[in-house]
């Protein structure tokens, strides 16, 4: 049995062909996992791993049905309304009080903005607005923070209740002995993070997966709070944290680095192989036709607004680490995901059995053209070329944190 330690790309929705992969690469219990270190929907799938779940449990969790429909459809959820205080503070507010009417006495002025501020912000065409200015996204991902705290909570880690939802990194890392690295981005300090029990042992593993997940203008940013402690000793309180995507969407080299710098970081590399699984989108999945992406509802200049994001956010989520890819070529698995959506959350059944029906044929492809892949032991070791390329780009990512 070879131990593996396996890196997951970013790519929202297309993540659910993860499961397929992992049914072919673990489910025979011919190799497990070793260090976990995953980007945005890799992130979800490492924590999962981490947290001691079987590819039986993720593909249950996969079929999970919510008022007959996916569960996953509500991580696009409408946000929270702002309160009385945020509206007063908030930039469309302070855009009408920079409208000066001068025919309109200020203090009747001021009263009116006030009304025009309440009632865009009240009213349901105009929150989705509202988060995007005020909260950086267009939808809240309440629903998300939810299910990834009942995953966390469900069924049993070592014939032991799973009770993992409220824990921080170092507790985590504690009660599972599992070395978890999430990815995400401070565009405040305009840095990437890797979040594990080293860097940030005080920040919950929930809202970890949470602002690794926050791809730009979809979702709400996550603001760092004090009680989270501080990240690689430095204080981050206030700072806005998005999704990892943005610097680093499959940052393998940290594992293949031998750099011992690097490995205080990832925690000590004692497995077998180090295998990355990428979401390939020039490779098309053969899916049943569907009637259209994402539904919306709304004026035209809603669904316009709608439709420049997720088009952004799929320009922005298939960039890869391109140098990493091309020199570590066997330690990639490509999974197929063309023709899906980063946020195509609402997909049926059947197109999203078809995703992962071609994850778990890629694996099987990629493991039968290397039959003794894993059968050498510490196969992670490179020749000296490689080993200094691994250690250069370990070193860059690492310079951005």
Do not use: C
């Amino acid at each position: 049995m070879a131990i593996l330690d396996l890196v997951f790309e970013g790519g929202g929705a297309k993540g659910m062909v993860f499961v397929g992969a992992l049914e072919e690469l673990l489910g025979k219990d011919e190799h497990k996992p070793g260090r976990l270190l995953g980007t945005s929907a890799g992130a979800i799938t490492a924590t999962l791993l981490a947290a001691g779940y079987t590819v039986a449990e993720m593909k249950k969790a996969l079929d999970e049905k919510e008022n007959g429909k996916s569960v996953f459809e509500a991580f696009m959820g409408e946000p929270e309304p702002l309160t009385s205080a945020e509206i007063r503070n908030s930039a469309i507010r302070t855009f009408l009080r920079d409208v000066n009417l001068r025919f309109v006495p200020d203090f009747l002025e001021e009263k009116l903005d006030d009304q025009i501020a309440e009632g865009l912000a009240r009213h349901e065409k105009y929150n989705n607005i509202y988060s995007f200015v005020e909260r950086g996204g267009w939808y809240s991902a309440d629903a998300f923070v939810t299910w990834i705290g009942r995953k966390l909570d469900e069924g049993e880690f070592k014939d032991q209740p799973r009770r993992f939802s409220k824990m921080t990194m170092a507790q985590f890392y504690a009660a599972t002995g599992n070395e978890l690295s999430v990815v995400a981005a401070n565009t405040t300090a305009q840095r990437m993070m890797v979040l594990n029990h080293n860097t940030a042992p005080d920040l919950p593993i929930v809202y970890a997966v949470r602002m690794s997940m926050s791809i730009p203008l979809v979702w709400q940013e996550v603001i760092w709070q004090d009680s989270w402690g501080s990240y690689f000793g430095r204080n981050v309180s206030g700072n806005v944290i998005v999704d990892g995507g943005m610097l680093s969407n499959f940052p393998i080299s940290l594992f293949l680095a031998p750099d011992p710098n690097v490995e205080k970081v990832m925690g000590e590399a004692t497995s077998d192989y180090v295998l990355g699984l990428l979401i390939d989108d020039s490779q098309m999945v053969d899916f049943p036709a569907e009637r259209r992406l994402i539904e919306y509802t709304g004026d035209p200049w809603q669904l316009k607004t709608v439709q420049r994001i997720l088009r952004l956010v799929n320009t922005m989520m298939t960039a890869h680490d391109a140098a990493a890819i091309e020199v570590f070529e066997d330690h990639v698995a490509k999974l197929p995901a063309g023709g899906y959506g980063v946020v195509e959350f609402d997909m049926s059944d059947a197109k999203r059995q078809a995703l992962v029906d071609a994850g778990r044929a890629a694996m099987k492809q990629y493991l039968a053209a290397r039959p003794d892949l894993f059968a050498r032991t510490r196969s992670i070791e490179q020749p000296r070329s490689k080993s200094e390329i691994a250690n250069g780009i370990a070193r860059d990512i690492l310079a951005q944190t």
